[in-house]
């Protein structure tokens, strides 16, 4: 079974779909870091982020691993590093390259195969796992969205003016809705989910109870039937 989580940033797709996954015993599948993972790489390699096809070329060879919430590249540990500032700021490169987008959706494919995975990101019910049985888009207002953005990188260390954040937000959002593969937009069977009122309980179990209703199994037999934990 996959469900896709998709939506903007901030909107609170990681922290729901992680809880979502180790709720159901399903696998996880952080596509925002693979994109993350993808410019760590490029920038370390001193690669152009304009030149498409030596960034996709760069993104072919790499070593990239995910396990257990934490991220590799080339035997790097870069799980805090890829959250940071500058790194966040430059994979707009990355995630407008059509090739190291199919790549990566080729990658997520084959990381769900035989597997039941909760994905999030912002292509993965429409490009990635169109025929997903279950689908969800996660939105909040822009000022709940970015005071969640400020608080996830001071707790990585880093001070961020709410105004610099909102501005930031702005442009990735009109980047992330505007490209031409994999735009940011609900699946047409995407069920929305407004996380601005929310807590995070609330978010997490009213998408529980969605996922466990269509998967036709009992709440009580659901682990048994689908577990395969990560
Ligand atoms: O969700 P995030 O902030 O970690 O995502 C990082 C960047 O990757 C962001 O600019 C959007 C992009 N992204 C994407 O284009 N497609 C995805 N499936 C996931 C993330």
Redesign the pocket.
């Known amino acids: 079974m996959i469900v896709t989580i998709?939506g903007p940033?901030g909107a609170g797709?990681?922290t729901t779909a992680r809880e979502l996954a180790s709720r159901l015993a399903f696998q996880f599948l952080?596509?925002?870091?693979?994109?993350?993972a993808v410019t760590w790489l490029c920038l370390r390699q001193g690669i152009d982020l304009d030149d498409e096809r030596a960034v996709a070329a760069s993104a072919r060879r790499g070593d990239f691993r995910f396990q257990g919430g934490q991220v590799f590249v080339d035997g790097h540990d870069v799980t805090r590093e890829i959250r940071r500032s500058a790194v966040?700021n430059d994979?707009?490169f990355?995630?407008a390259n059509n090739e190291v987008?199919a790549f990566?959706v080729e990658l997520q494919r084959e990381l769900a195969v035989g597997a039941n995975v909760v994905t999030?990101?912002?292509?993965?019910g429409t490009v990635?796992f169109p025929h997903a049985e279950c689908k969800f888009f996660l939105t909040a207002s822009p000022l709940k969205r970015a005071l969640r953005r400020q608080q996830d990188l001071a707790q990585n260390g880093e001070q961020v003016p709410i105004e610099d954040i909102l501005a930031q937000q702005e442009g990735?959002d009109q980047?992330?809705a505007m490209?031409e593969y994999?735009a940011?937009k609900p699946a047409p069977d995407a069920i929305p989910i407004d996380t601005s009122e929310l807590d995070f309980e609330q978010v997490v179990a009213r998408m529980e109870q969605i996922v466990r209703s269509r998967s036709g199994f009992p709440a009580s037999r659901l682990n048994v039937t689908f577990g395969t934990e990560d």
Do not use: C, H, N, V
């Open positions: 998709d940033a797709k990681s952080d596509t925002g870091a693979m994109y993350r966040t994979t707009r990355i995630a987008r990566l999030e990101g912002r292509d993965q990635a990735r980047r992330d490209r994999g940011l």
